[in-house]
Nanobody, 122 residues
Framework: QVQLVESGGGLVQAGGSLRLSCAASGRTFSSYTMGWFRQAPGKEREFVAAISWRGGRAYYADSVKGRFTISRDNAKNTLYLQMNSLKPEDTSVYYC???????????????WGQGTQVTVSS
């Protein structure tokens, strides 16, 4: 089992940057595919990015490609999301997730953090 805690959210102006972190507890972190999702009020949970268990493969939603970078440090049990060139439409609660299957569907992930708010002002 894995427990996940996100941090690093906040308020930033459009064009700015934020780096989210997701600290994982449990000795099996390195065996999971990890992902970032986001959910804005009144909207469905949306895939943002995912990374394979060794970190060799990453994939992104089209809406964030070229602006966001997902990475992981298995020695530190930590997942990251570097967000650059932020836009007001990136405003959302961001969640990290762990799963054996991975992919872009939230149903493929078994463990979730509590979320961290990101607000981008125009």
């Amino acid at each position: 089992q894995v427990q996940l805690v996100e941090s690093g959210g906040g308020l930033v102006q459009a064009g700015g940057s934020l780096r989210l972190s997701c600290a994982a507890s449990g000795r099996t972190f390195s065996s999971y595919t990890m992902g970032w999702f986001r959910q804005a009020p009144g909207k469905e949970r949306e895939f943002v990015a995912a990374i394979s268990w060794r970190g060799g493969r990453a994939y992104y939603a089209d809406s964030v490609k070229g602006r966001f970078t997902i990475s992981r440090d298995n020695a530190k049990n930590t997942l990251y999301l570097q967000m650059n060139s932020l836009k007001p439409e990136d405003t959302s609660v961001y969640y990290c997730a762990a799963g054996n299957l991975g992919g872009s569907s939230w149903v493929s992930y078994d463990y979730w953090g509590q979320g961290t708010q990101v607000t981008v002002s125009s």
